[in-house]
C-alpha cells in the first residue's frame, strides 16, 4: 500500500493524539473508526451530517461503530447511552434509526426533546427529562413492543456495555464529544483537526496510514 495522502499536512500532538497503549478492537483485519458521541450532545447532533459523510466515505478495509458516552447525567446521557446499547441489543441500531433519535431529541415537540430554546446558543434543559419510559414508548413505533424494550434495557448485558463503554472512554483520553477514535490508537476532534472539513481528511488519512501499519488491502 502507498504511504498515506497527505502526510505532512497532519501534525501528531496537533491534529491527534496517539493513545498509550493502543486498544484492541472488536474487528481483528479491519480499521475501526469510532465515534464517541452522546445523542443528548448539541454539538454531535449538528456533527451527525458529517458523521455520515466520513462513515459513508470509508474503504472497505474500514468499519464505523459508535461508542455512547454518560459523563452528563444532568442532561440524560446515562439513558441515552443504555438506550443505544438495548436498540443495538434488538438490531435496531441503524443508520435511519440512529438519525430518528437525533430527531426525536432535537426536534422542538419531538417525543424525546430534552431541551427548551433551542434557537439559542446555549439550549436550556427541562426540567423534565425523557425517562425510560418515553424511550420504550419511542421505540414501539420500530416493532419492538415498549414492555420488551425496558427489560432489554435494564438487562444484565446492557449494563455490562455500558461499564465496559466507560472503561473504554476513559482509557482513550475522551473527555468531551464528538470525539473520533482510529482503531484504538489515534484520537481527535473537530478541533484539532482544523474544521469539519479537515476532520474527513484526517480520519480518512489516519485509517489509512493504520492500514498501512497492518499491511491491509483494499
Request: a neutral charge; proline letters at 7%; charged letters at 15%.
Amino acid at each position: 500500500m502507498a504511504a498515506p495522502a497527505d502526510a505532512g499536512q497532519w501534525v501528531e500532538g496537533k491534529n491527534y493524539f496517539r493513545i498509550e497503549p493502543s486498544l484492541p478492537t472488536d474487528h481483528p483485519g479491519h480499521v475501526v473508526v469510532t465515534e464517541v458521541f452522546s445523542w443528548g450532545c448539541p454539538a454531535c447532533n449538528q456533527f451527525q451530517p458529517m458523521a455520515d459523510a466520513i462513515r459513508k466515505s470509508l474503504p472497505s478495509y474500514a468499519r464505523w461503530q459508535y461508542l455512547p458516552a454518560s459523563f452528563i447525567g444532568p442532561e440524560d446521557w446515562p439513558l441515552f447511552q443504555r438506550t443505544y446499547y438495548a436498540a443495538q441489543a434488538l438490531g435496531l441500531d441503524t443508520p435511519a434509526i440512529h438519525d430518528a433519535v437525533f430527531k426525536a431529541i432535537w426536534t422542538p415537540g419531538g417525543p424525546l426533546n430534552t431541551y427548551d430554546g433551542l434557537d439559542t446558543a446555549a439550549p436550556r434543559v427541562k426540567q423534565k427529562l425523557p425517562a425510560l419510559d418515553d424511550v420504550a414508548q419511542f421505540f414501539s413505533h420500530y416493532g419492538v413492543a415498549a414492555k420488551t424494550f425496558s427489560a432489554t434495557a435494564t438487562s444484565f448485558a446492557v449494563n455490562a456495555r455500558m461499564r465496559r463503554a466507560d472503561q473504554l472512554i476513559k482509557a482513550y483520553g475522551v473527555d468531551s464529544t464528538p470525539t473520533i477514535v482510529v482503531n484504538g490508537t489515534y484520537r481527535l476532534d473537530v478541533a484539532s483537526a482544523g474544521g469539519l472539513a479537515q476532520t474527513q481528511a484526517l480520519v480518512l488519512y489516519l485509517a489509512q496510514k493504520e492500514a498501512a501499519t497492518m499491511r491491509l488491502r483494499q
